[in-house]
């Protein structure tokens, strides 16, 4: 933990100290929704950061519609953005504004989703997908014990958004940690759905994830048990957990998640969700705020990686953040002491 504050003082610190270059700069950042708990504070995080630095800000959320993301982000180049941030809805479909942006020289910054297709994206900014992955895949193996326990275990997996870039990532990445148990037969899925296509959660929807949840939960109306759920996020585990409340009476089993949402840090606190991955969007933001004020300042960027993420036209410079796990041993130092949340919003 005083690791984590150490990091954000001294991005905190270079922010501050660029405050005065930025005046008089402006810098559009289009969100993809106000429907999830995370992009609203992704967005207010990253323009409160923005505007102590002295930034201009237009900030943009786009209602999950991907011409209206379009629009926005057009609008913001023309309307004398010098930067642009976007956490994409889709990440192939925002192609002329990318183009609008190489044409005028602004350069953009993919958050968290990678924009694909287009050589006009200068740098990506995110947490580490497949690592969240991994972290997920080794929890269930951890909590099922996986290498000593006999088994057979039952899984079902419910995954991201096809149309999200990380999804694929947050899938591989647990896939490679639970793909040799389920060769061994250690681990086996009643409903036959593993390949990504199969349990793909189309927006990432509650509604949805829950639809095919309670379609999943008819292979065990035997009264048999599901051991593990993967889930890729909070809003796809919500949808599960809400399946599981009408129409399972099997033992809970393990329900893997990401982002911390409010609701799921409650279940995971009723014991209805066993984890989720943190990944503490104050970082990410302020990271992007320093990656913008080097841009403006003509400055080297940070970067960590410049090998990983290929979006099919170039391999674009990124930034990784370190991803850790919350669950019911550690969520109060990591949201509450930490002042992420307060302990009256986990009520």
Same mark, same amino acid.
């Given at each position: 933990?005083?690791?984590?504050?150490?990091?954000?003082? @001294?991005?905190?610190?270079?922010?501050?100290?660029?405050?005065?270059?930025?005046?008089?700069?402006?810098?559009?950042?289009?969100?993809?929704?106000?429907?999830?708990?995370?992009?609203?504070?992704?967005?207010?995080?990253?323009?409160?950061?923005?505007?102590?630095?002295?930034?201009?800000?237009?900030?943009?959320?786009?209602?999950?519609?991907?011409?209206?993301?379009?629009?926005?982000?057009?609008?913001?180049?023309?309307?004398?953005?010098?930067?642009?941030?976007?956490?994409?809805?889709?990440?192939?479909?925002?192609?002329?504004?990318?183009?609008?942006?190489?044409? $005028? &020289?602004?350069?953009?910054?993919? *958050?968290?989703? %990678?924009?694909?297709?287009?050589?006009?994206?200068?740098?990506?900014?995110?947490?580490?997908?497949?690592?969240?992955?991994?972290?997920?895949?080794? *929890?269930?193996?951890?909590?099922?014990?996986?290498?000593?326990?006999?088994?057979?275990?039952?899984?079902?997996?419910?995954?991201?958004?096809? &149309?999200?870039?990380?999804?694929?990532?947050? *899938?591989?990445?647990?896939?490679?940690?639970?793909?040799?148990?389920?060769? #061994?037969?250690?681990?086996? =899925?009643?409903?036959?759905?593993?390949?990504?296509?199969?349990?793909?959660?189309?927006?990432?929807?509650?509604? =949805?994830?829950?639809?095919?949840?309670?379609?999943?939960?008819?292979?065990?109306?035997?009264?048999?048990?599901?051991?593990?759920?993967?889930?890729?996020?909070?809003?796809?585990?919500?949808?599960?957990?809400?399946?599981?409340?009408?129409?399972?009476? &099997?033992?809970?089993?393990?329900?893997?998640?990401?982002? @911390?949402?409010?609701?799921?840090?409650?279940?995971?606190?009723?014991?209805?969700?066993?984890?989720?991955?943190? $990944?503490?969007?104050?970082?990410?933001?302020?990271?992007?705020?320093?990656?913008?004020?080097?841009?403006?300042?003509?400055?080297?960027?940070?970067?960590?990686?410049?090998?990983?993420?290929?979006?099919?036209?170039?391999?674009?410079?990124?930034?990784?953040?370190?991803? =850790?796990?919350?669950?019911?041993?550690?969520?109060?130092?990591? %949201?509450?002491?930490?002042?992420?949340?307060? #302990?009256?919003?986990?009520?």
């Amino acid at each position: 933990m005083k690791k984590f504050f150490a990091i954000l003082l @001294c991005i905190m610190m270079a922010c501050m100290s660029m405050s005065a270059l930025a005046e008089g700069q402006k810098v559009g950042v289009s969100m993809p929704t106000k429907d999830l708990q995370r992009w609203n504070q992704d967005g207010e995080n990253m323009q409160k950061l923005l505007e102590e630095a002295g930034y201009e800000v237009d900030l943009q959320f786009a209602s999950n519609d991907v011409q209206q993301q379009l629009n926005q982000v057009t609008n913001m180049i023309n309307n004398g953005a010098q930067v642009v941030v976007i956490a994409a809805i889709e990440g192939s479909s925002l192609g002329s504004a990318l183009d609008l942006a190489k044409e $005028k &020289g602004i350069p953009v910054i993919a *958050y968290d989703r %990678l924009l694909m297709e287009s050589d006009a994206v200068s740098y990506y900014a995110t947490f580490d997908n497949y690592k969240v992955g991994t972290v997920q895949g080794t *929890y269930i193996k951890e909590a099922l014990d996986l290498d000593n326990a006999a088994g057979p275990f039952a899984l079902e997996i419910t995954a991201g958004d096809p &149309g999200d870039n990380n999804a694929l990532y947050f *899938y591989q990445g647990a896939m490679d940690v639970l793909q040799p148990y389920l060769d #061994a037969g250690k681990l086996t =899925v009643k409903s036959g759905q593993i390949e990504f296509d199969k349990v793909a959660t189309p927006t990432w929807k509650t509604e =949805v994830a829950q639809n095919r949840a309670t379609t999943v939960l008819a292979n065990y109306s035997d009264g048999s048990n599901i051991d593990a759920w993967l889930c890729s996020n909070d809003s796809t585990a919500l949808g599960v957990e809400n399946a599981l409340e009408d129409g399972y009476d &099997g033992e809970w089993p393990i329900i893997t998640g990401q982002d @911390c949402d409010i609701s799921n840090v409650k279940n995971m606190i009723a014991g209805k969700q066993s984890m989720s991955v943190f $990944k503490d969007t104050r970082t990410l933001a302020a990271q992007v705020v320093k990656m913008v004020g080097q841009i403006l300042a003509g400055e080297t960027v940070d970067v960590n990686d410049t090998e990983t993420y290929n979006n099919g036209k170039i391999t674009v410079p990124s930034f990784l953040c370190e991803p =850790v796990f919350a669950d019911v041993n550690n969520y109060a130092e990591l %949201l509450i002491e930490s002042g992420y949340y307060t #302990a009256d919003q986990l009520q």
